[in-house]
């Protein structure tokens, strides 16, 4: 198993652009998960979902937006990005809410 | 909505010392407290978990303690070594609207001295 990917893992964005951070697992898990992390900072949730077709805000989820149209890919995008975007996102999934989170390595993003 | 709080945030030992990170959380139905570890520059990882109906949890060098009642749930290493250097983070996960909702502490960097 290829566990949980992202792509891209650095990407450098202009002050208004948009894009669409790719996640995709192979582990058929349930739950799937955005989290950004600032430097030196903990996790804040973004969004989440619980299968298919069922997504949920989570603590800081301004100036984003997801998808879930199969149980392997969850997509974040970035609509009219700002430099407070900066960060670094990261895509987890798991099988219930109540087992391990698998991180996927992470992309870094720069907005300037 | 949950609120995880989780201290020290920077915490220095010498190699072969204990190390104790602690966390506290408000929400009674959640259930669920696992742990993750994170070095620099890399993905989160799990490295310890414990469930509501257990009030301690042991593996190798590493164990987790809960306590409900004061709804508070605490990390310890014991004979650190300077692999352990990395940033730990605790979680509480609780059901909200039918769903598990997961919220993660602010994190505690550990530095190990040799």
């Known amino acids: 198993n290829a566990g949980v990917t992202q792509t891209p893992k650095f990407r450098i964005l202009k002050i208004g652009q948009s894009m669409t951070l790719q996640c995709t697992q192979d582990?058929?898990?349930?739950?799937m998960y955005w989290y950004r992390q600032d430097p030196g900072m903990g996790l804040k949730l973004i969004y989440y979902s619980v299968g298919a077709g069922i997504t949920d805000k989570g603590e800081v989820p301004n100036g984003y937006n997801v998808s879930r149209s199969t149980t392997e890919d969850f997509p974040l995008r970035l609509e009219l990005a700002a430099p407070s975007q900066t960060s670094v996102y990261f895509c987890a999934s798991s099988y219930l809410g109540t087992n391990e989170q698998y991180f996927g390595p992470g992309t870094r993003l720069t907005v300037t | 909505g949950e609120n995880v709080e989780q201290h020290p945030s920077t915490l220095s030992v010498q190699e072969g010392d204990s190390a104790v990170i602690k966390c506290t959380y408000s929400d009674s139905a959640s259930n669920y407290f696992p742990w993750y570890k994170q070095e620099l520059g890399k993905r989160p990882q799990l490295i310890i978990d414990i469930r509501s109906n257990v009030g301690e949890k042991k593996d190798q060098r590493i164990a987790v303690t809960l306590n409900k009642t004061a709804k508070h749930f605490s990390l310890h290493i014991t004979e650190t070594q300077p692999e352990d250097s990395a940033v730990y983070f605790c979680?509480?996960?609780?059901?909200?609207?039918?769903?598990?909702?997961?919220?993660f502490g602010t994190g505690t960097k550990l530095q190990v001295i040799p």
């Open positions: 979680a509480a996960s609780r059901a909200a609207g039918g769903y598990q909702k997961v919220t």
């Open positions: 582990m058929n898990h349930n739950y």
